[in-house]
C-alpha cells in the first residue's frame, strides 16, 4: 500500500485541469486523452479529472440519490423484481460479494421481489448470455430491475443483441463497474508468457471452459459496438475511482498493470465501466466496491428509478 496524498488538493487540481481534458460538448474524455494525462501527470490525477468529469456531467443524478434518505417505513413494492446476473466466480469467491446479496436485501427491505441469475459461474459470456434472455424472457414487459456485476454486463450487451421477450421484460439495468469492453489485463497476461502459461495451467486443472477469459479480452470481436439497450430504460452504472494509496494486494498490482491506460478500478478501464445513461462514482472504491455505507446509494438509486419510471 502506498502513502495516503493530499486528495483535496488532488481533486482542485483536477477540476482546473478538467476544461482542458473534457469536450465541451458533454461527452466523455476520450481514450487518448486519458493515456497523454497519465502519461504526463500520473494514473492518480489522470483519475481525479475524471471523477470531476463525472461529478460535473451527473450532477443532477448525483444530487438526487445523495439527498434520499431511507427509513425502516421506506417501501418501494412497485418498482418491480430486482434480478442480479452475478460476477465471474460469485460461487468460488462469495467474500467478494459478486452474487449482490447486499443488493437483493436492500430490494426486499423496500418491498420488491428479488432473485438471483444463476450464470455460470466460470462459463463463457456467450453461454452466460443465453441464460441471461432465457431468464429475462419469463417476465412481464419492463417489470425487472436488473443489475450485472463485472463481467455479467458484457454478457448483457451480447444477449441485447437479438430480438425477443428478454429485451421486452427490461425495465432499468443497473450497472456495477461492467467490463463492457473487456479487460487490458488479459491482453497484459498474454505479453508476459510465464503468467500466461499458469494461467491456461490453472485453468486446466479446475476444469474451466477457455472461452470463459478468451471472449473477455480487451475489445475483443464479441464485444464490438455500444449496448443496444431497448429505447426508455434508464441505465445506472456504479462505478469505482481508486487512487493508488487505496488499494493493497493482488487488486493493487492489477491496477498498476492497467495504470498505463490510464483511470482504472483494478480490473478495467473506467471509461469502458461507464454505459450510457446516468453514472454514480464512488471515490476511493475499487472494482469490488467496497466502501462504507454504500448500500446508502443503492436505495438512492432504487428511489430514483421509482421516479424515472413512473
Not at 30 to 57: F, I, K, N, P
Not at 140 to 152: D, E, F, G, H
Not at 218 to 229: K, N, Q, T, Y
Not at 288 to 310: C, D, H, K, M
Request: with cysteine; proline share 7%.
Amino acid at each position: 500500500m502506498l502513502p495516503m496524498v493530499n486528495e483535496t488538493q488532488l481533486l482542485w487540481e483536477a477540476a482546473e485541469r478538467l476544461p482542458q481534458i473534457a469536450p465541451a460538448d458533454g461527452s466523455a474524455p476520450s481514450h487518448a486523452s486519458m493515456v497523454e494525462l497519465t502519461a504526463r501527470e500520473g494514473v492518480d490525477l489522470a483519475t481525479a479529472v475524471l471523477y470531476q468529469w463525472a461529478r460535473r456531467e451527473h450532477r443532477a443524478f448525483i444530487d438526487a440519490v445523495d439527498a434520499f434518505q431511507p427509513t425502516p417505513d421506506t417501501h418501494l413494492p412497485s418498482l418491480g423484481t430486482l434480478l442480479v446476473a452475478p460476477a465471474a466466480g460469485w460461487r468460488e469467491r462469495p467474500e467478494y460479494g459478486g452474487d449482490g446479496a447486499v443488493l437483493r436485501h436492500i430490494a426486499e427491505d423496500l418491498g420488491m421481489d428479488s432473485g438471483l441469475i444463476e450464470l455460470g459461474s466460470t462459463a463463457s459470456i456467450s453461454a452466460n448470455s443465453t441464460v441471461l434472455q432465457q431468464a429475462l424472457a419469463q417476465h412481464p414487459p419492463r417489470s425487472v430491475i436488473l443489475t450485472t456485476a463485472s463481467k455479467a454486463a458484457a454478457e448483457l450487451k451480447v444477449a441485447l443483441r437479438e430480438p425477443g421477450p428478454h429485451r421486452d421484460a427490461l425495465g432499468a439495468w443497473v450497472n456495477l463497474g461492467g467490463l463492457l469492453q473487456g479487460t487490458p489485463l488479459l491482453d497484459w497476461g498474454r505479453r508476459h508468457r510465464t503468467t500466461w502459461w499458469l494461467v491456461r495451467l490453472m485453468m486446466m486443472l479446475r476444469q474451466i471452459d477457455t472461452g470463459f477469459i478468451d471472449g473477455l479480452s480487451w475489445r475483443a470481436p464479441l464485444l464490438e459496438g455500444s449496448c443496444d439497450v431497448p429505447e426508455g430504460v434508464p441505465v445506472v452504472t456504479v462505478v469505482g475511482f481508486p487512487l493508488r494509496s487505496h488499494l493493497s494486494g493482488t487488486i493493487a498490482t492489477r491496477h498498476g498493470h492497467l495504470a498505463p491506460l490510464g483511470p482504472n478500478d483494478g480490473y478495467g478501464l473506467l471509461l469502458d465501466a461507464m454505459a450510457p445513461g446516468h453514472v454514480y462514482p464512488v471515490w476511493g472504491a475499487s472494482h469490488y466496491l467496497r466502501t462504507p455505507l454504500l448500500s446508502t446509494v443503492f436505495y438512492g438509486i432504487f428511489a430514483w428509478l421509482q421516479n424515472a419510471l413512473e
